[in-house]
């Protein structure tokens, strides 16, 4: 940015050259501290002395601050936003899923909403044991029979028993096979020459067992897998935290009938994230949250500016989370990302009309706004603008991870309008005391006079030759032609 305005400054100043068009130049000096519209007011809209953008921005403002009932509406009006961002924050829910990553009009996408219309059916999981080095034969063998009368009764309402009837599972027909005796003494032999001499058992090892040492029975199992069962569907169709709660339970009556067996699926991978997210989402946004507080106090160390920059920010945040709802998201890991990205953009539009409204020298509120506004109003409409042309290019994605940046960013942009072009001035006015507006400025400008910035600006370029040898020709022509 700085190299940027040192370029404009030489255009300007020592080469005397258009902006839109530096090659080229006018015949008479320009003041760089007065500058005439694009390309010397030959853009429609830019002649007359004041650009057409400050103007609007100037008609705004007065007509929020026209008097106490615009000041009120506008309150009402945030308040209603604000309260049906609310209602959508509280509603929204923890989600995801692996096929989301698939572009909407793709085939597999097409292919996960038929199965799941005509041929849902729930997780398929299966039960491992872990942790069992070191301990008997007996224990082992106890430990598979109680996790395969779990199974057999429903798994607590979790698994479905439809179908082991047919095909039951290993340690069943292992049991109806050799009859093993009841304190598990004999386990391993008999497993063994299950495992070599009976055809179904020889399919287990690899799949479902797996010996320490081939051929040596009495070394143990080094690995078992019991299933894979189906999980009630029911338990588990919702939302990504009725997944997680299924999960987590299921886990937990698992581990009540062996302490060292536990459940896994495929699924499980990204019904973990569910659980999660909500805390680590929550958790990074108070930091950043909290990074704003600091920086809002410490740049703007007035607290009739401050709170209401701090109250328009964590407006425009609260407000993004409760409309990602309305519009159809959840809270996952690509949305959090996105969002705690996003808490940074909310600020730049509020902090600027704030700290441009504290080095304001107008005598009231009202005035201090409308100083602000015309000042660093249309610098912050260029921003927000230009953020949403950018960003409206992704609208038509089917890629989930551009949907949502789009989705995320359009909704900050969206309502930084809202809060930092309508809200804020409102809020800084009411803080500060409210009061009249002054007239319009006769001369053609907008805002309110102000000698003391143009004397600052003045006084900043007062050791640049370039800055000196333009203002004196032009001070000489003003005074030729009055």
């Known amino acids: 940015m700085v190299p940027a305005l040192v370029l404009d400054h030489r255009r300007a100043v020592q080469r005397n050259k258009y902006d839109c068009c530096c090659c080229c130049g006018p015949t008479e000096k320009h003041l760089y501290t007065e500058p005439t519209g694009y390309c010397g007011n030959k853009v429609p809209g830019c002649a007359g002395g004041t650009p057409l953008l400050p103007r609007l921005i100037e008609s705004w403002v007065r007509l929020l601050l026209k008097n106490n009932f615009t000041r009120f509406f506008v309150v009402g009006v945030w308040a209603g936003i604000l309260g049906a961002a609310i209602a959508g924050l509280a509603q929204l829910k923890p989600n995801f899923q692996l096929e989301w990553f698939f572009p909407s009009d793709s085939y597999v996408t097409d292919y996960f909403a038929w199965s799941d219309k005509y041929f849902s059916q729930g997780v398929r999981v299966s039960i491992y044991l872990r942790g069992h080095e070191g301990k008997t034969e007996a224990q082992v063998y106890k430990c598979i029979d109680d996790v395969n009368s779990f199974i ?12 082991l009837t047919n095909k039951p599972t290993w340690v069943t027909t292992f049991k109806s096979s050799t009859s093993p005796a009841a304190d598990g003494s004999d386990f391993y032999s008999k497993l063994n020459t299950y495992t070599t001499s009976d055809t179904a058992g020889q399919l287990l090892v690899g799949r479902s067992l797996r010996w320490k040492t081939a051929g040596t029975a009495s070394d143990g199992l080094s690995a078992i897998k019991i299933g894979p069962v189906t999980m009630v569907e029911s338990t588990h169709d919702d939302d990504g935290q009725e997944r997680f709660d299924s999960m987590e339970a299921l886990r937990g009556a698992v581990n009540g009938a062996c302490p060292f067996a536990f459940p896994y699926a495929r699924d499980f991978l990204y019904w973990e994230e569910t659980g999660y997210i909500g805390p680590e989402f929550a958790r990074n946004a108070a930091i950043a949250c909290s990074v704003i507080l600091i920086i809002v106090f410490a740049l703007i160390p007035r607290i009739s500016v401050n709170i209401p920059c701090i109250i328009t920010i964590f407006s425009t945040i609260l407000e993004v989370l409760g409309f990602l709802h309305w519009y159809g998201e959840y809270v996952n890991g690509v949305v959090s990302i996105y969002t705690v990205i996003c808490i940074g953009l909310s600020v730049d539009y509020v902090a600027h009309i704030g ?10 509120g009202a005035a201090k706004t409308l100083d602000a506004m015309t000042r660093i109003g249309p610098s912050v409409f260029n921003a927000l603008f230009s953020t949403l042309l950018a960003v409206s290019l992704l609208a038509p994605s089917g890629s989930f991870v551009f949907s949502v940046f789009f989705k995320v960013l359009f909704l900050v942009v969206i309502f930084g309008f809202v809060n930092a072009l309508m809200v804020t001035p409102v809020l800084l006015c009411l803080f ?10 006769t001369d053609g400008g907008v805002g309110i006079e102000s000698p003391t910035a143009k004397l600052s600006l003045t006084n900043g370029n007062a050791g640049n030759p370039g ?14 032609k009055q």
């Not at 800055?467 to 030729?480: C, G, I, K, R």
């Open 355 to 364: 700290h441009v409204f504290k080095l304001s020298n107008a005598p009231n």
């Open 467 to 480: 800055f000196q040898q333009q203002q004196q020709p032009s001070q000489m022509e003003m005074a030729q």
């Open 152 to 163: 057999s009764a429903g798994g607590s309402g979790y698994l479905s028993t439809v179908g």
């Open 432 to 441: 500060n005391g409210g009061g009249d507006l002054p007239p319009r400025r």
